[in-house]
């Protein structure tokens, strides 16, 4: 990772690398961004459009965090000098990659640093609602509580049926997790895996249809493309067991928001716990806030301090290598 | 399980047994948590059927007479438990099970017919801790022969008491250990990952941005310290393998070789070398007088400020005013507890206040089937204890 300069470099001999801010709420970290100084020129967004014409020509990438800053024509006109855009994350459905293409501009994304965190957070997200530790939570604080309850209970995770949709690198990690708490594994993917890897983690490959009506938690890994829209829509919420729980880790844009907000409020389906919606954060006055079988994380599958480092460093890798004329690790193309 | 009882003041029973711990394990003063001295009884009838008497419900001679054609027609064994449904009973669905097996007695009906009921009762059906059993009540049960407890803790019993009147006991030990595995991964992962705060933000009407510097701590490769290495500290153990976690261990005995190697675990002889290493503690012991207070205000120092405890044991293994001080001091960073002391705390007890922590109501072994398990699991210990056969589960001295 990182390819560090042999020689000491004087910072504006350093490729200068545009960022929405450093700190804040809306910023770049501030020990991401001294991470980042050691191999660029950093020029913040507020530096730019002080001075668009001189400073712009100076930017050759651009470090997309958090989706910021945001990419669109006018920026892109505005910096000739452009080689590269460096996401920080996995997802590129933010980004309008025809678009950025046509400047001859490359994209690259950070699949290895988020696979950890994301898995995990799919594992925090269908314990924490098997077991209700949410509304657990509550009634243990509670100003009202005065004794707990003998017949309140949750589902058992331990050898339940987990059904994993999109068996990337990150449903891949899920289920080596998985297993270990004995579940059976059922995975829908575009390309079956290999025989090794789906024994290595006990892993059946199934049709959708067939991993809808078996699972207990169905849990959606895919990445967000025309093909993946709306891929829970009414019809596989109908599939599903009316025990059944959906996990959301990928993007929002994958359900059909609006059939899910019916299906559990007719309890077409148990429960449903969300680290992405549509929009982000939801409107206040969503019905899906207001359900009490539903958990909403507010899209933290990487917000640790270590997989925020890692992302950080592997985009600087992506970079560099673009920049160096190397082969690049991780870049995206159109569809 | 759960303590059921507000530490409040209560009567104390009038007993002729001295005030004496030394005998078999140790619990906190029961007296706290006896009931009140039960009604009088109603005297029972003399005859069938008896004649109305004050104070007798109409229906209860009706119901004796039935009873005693039950028993005598199915010689179905008499089991007494608390009650049936409720904030605190035997489920419904549970209760049909039992009476197809035994001549279910609950705590009202043999209140009201003690000197009756009493020689019938061959057996307890304990259920999250109710009926208390005290000296008076071993002493008017001549015929009692097994306790059945639910769940795996049996610090609540008086085993040499018990044991004393000739009884035996018999508690729920594996099965509950997946479920309460299961618990001490989601408490570790959800504290991590900050997943209460997190969704509490994510539906708060005030929300409007998801701020960027808003993170938590990765789980994934980090250090879990595993304090209590028994059946279901080691399925932690297999779990948080899985999540390539460095794991350190604490017992009172080490495992062998190859089942530490299968969960990649190191055992700490002391104590302290897990403390000062580990990303996560967590308590998985039971409570005896050697656990309790295990975890007081030197190890909560001895502990990273980075570190988090989570607790699936018993309240009372953690110094509670300790831990309170050191996450108000930020000692450590935060601490999950499925189980505190009492439960539920005082409603303005600290732990509710801070925003470090997570208490879920002892939900352990809460979940559907694993109690179906313990139900059945105690039915054939009960059966078994009839029978004079060896018990399932028994817990000996």
Not at chain 1, 168 to 191: C, D, P, S, T
């Amino acid at each position: 990772m990182g390819q560090r300069p042999i020689y000491v470099m004087a910072e504006q001999d350093l490729p200068g690398l545009l960022i929405m801010g450093i700190g804040g709420t809306h910023g770049v970290q501030e020990s991401l961004a001294a991470l980042l100084k050691k191999h660029f020129s950093v020029i913040t967004m507020k530096e730019l459009l002080e001075n668009k014409k001189e400073v712009g020509k100076k930017i050759q990438c651009i470090f997309v965090s958090e989706f910021r800053p945001t990419i669109d024509q006018e920026l892109l006109e505005s910096l000739p000098n452009l080689k590269v855009i460096g996401n920080s994350g996995v997802g590129v459905d933010h980004l309008n990659l025809k678009m950025i293409s046509n400047f001859g501009v490359r994209v690259t994304n950070t699949p290895h640093a988020v696979a950890d965190s994301t898995a995990d957070m799919g594992m925090a997200l269908m314990l924490a609602s098997a077991r209700r530790l949410v509304e657990g939570s509550q009634i243990a604080v509670s100003p009202d509580t005065n004794y707990f309850a003998a017949d309140w209970l949750g589902v058992e995770v331990t050898r339940a049926t987990l059904g994993i949709i999109g068996m990337g690198r990150i449903g891949y990690k899920v289920a080596q997790r998985a297993r270990a708490f004995e579940m059976k594994i059922l995975y829908h993917n575009r390309n079956r895996r290999s025989q090794e890897e789906e024994q290595a983690v006990g892993a059946c490959y199934s049709e959708m249809e067939d991993l809808l009506q078996q699972s207990d938690f169905v849990m959606l890994v895919v990445n967000l493309t025309p093909q993946t829209e709306k891929l829970i829509g009414k019809k596989e919420l109908g599939l599903m067991k009316p025990t059944a729980t959906l996990i959301n880790i990928s993007r929002g844009a994958v359900i059909d928001q609006d059939a899910l907000v019916e299906a559990l409020q007719n309890k077409t389906i148990k429960a449903a716990a969300l680290d992405v919606t549509y929009p982000e954060p939801l409107p206040r006055n969503h019905p899906l806030l207001k359900l009490n079988n539903v958990i909403i994380t507010p899209h933290i599958g990487t917000a640790t301090v270590q997989a925020t480092h890692m992302m950080a460093e592997e985009a600087i890798a992506n970079m560099l290598s673009v920049l160096n004329c190397q082969p690049i690790p991780s870049e995206v193309f159109p569809q | 399980m759960l303590f059921l009882f507000p530490p409040t003041h209560v009567d104390k029973v009038q007993s002729p047994r001295p005030q004496n711990h030394s005998r078999g394990p140790w619990h906190p003063s029961r007296e706290q948590f006896l009931p009140p001295s039960p009604l009088s009884s109603v005297p029972p009838p003399p005859s069938f059927p008896p004649p109305p008497q004050p104070g007798v419900p109409a229906r209860l001679p009706a119901l004796l007479a039935r009873r005693e054609e039950d028993m005598e027609a199915q010689e179905l064994p008499c089991v007494l438990i608390d009650c049936i449904g409720g904030k605190h009973g035997v489920y419904e669905d549970h209760a049909e099970f039992l009476k197809e097996r035994f001549c279910l007695i609950t705590m009202k009906e043999y209140l009201e017919n003690k000197n009756f009921l009493g020689k019938k009762i061959r057996a307890i059906y304990m259920w999250y801790h109710k009926p208390v059993i005290n000296e008076e009540l071993l002493q008017s049960l001549p015929n009692l022969k097994i306790v059945a407890s639910s769940g795996v803790g049996i610090d609540h019993l008086d085993l040499s008491l018990l044991s004393s009147y000739g009884v035996k006991v018999s508690n729920t030990p594996f099965i509950v250990s997946t479920d309460t595995a299961d618990l001490g991964m989601a408490l570790m992962l959800a504290s991590s990952r900050r997943l209460v705060e997190g969704h509490q933000m994510a539906i708060s009407p005030d929300t409007e941005y998801f701020p960027a510097d808003w993170l938590g701590a990765e789980v994934s490769g980090a250090t879990l310290g595993i304090i209590g290495m028994g059946t279901i500290g080691y399925k932690v153990a297999e779990r948080a393998k899985a999540f390539e976690m460095k794991i350190l261990y604490h017992n009172r005995k080490q495992r062998n070789k190859e089942e530490e190697r299968a969960v990649g675990a190191t055992y700490c002889k002391k104590i302290d070398d897990l403390l000062q290493q580990a990303d996560f503690v967590m308590l998985v012991v039971n409570l005896t007088p050697q656990t309790h207070k295990l975890i007081g205000k030197r190890e909560l120092q001895l502990m990273k400020p980075t570190a988090i405890l989570i607790n699936i044991s018993r309240g009372l293994v953690v110094d509670q005013d300790a831990l309170v001080e050191a996450l108000q001091n930020k000692v450590i960073k935060a601490a999950a507890l499925d189980v505190t002391y009492p439960e539920p705390l005082p409603r303005d007890h600290p732990l509710l206040k801070l925003k470090n922590v997570i208490i879920t109501p002892h939900i352990g072994s809460a979940t559907v089937k694993t109690r179906h398990l313990m139900k059945e699991n105690m039915t054939e210990s009960i059966q078994a204890g009839l029978a004079g056969l060896p018990i399932p589960n028994e817990v000996l001295l």
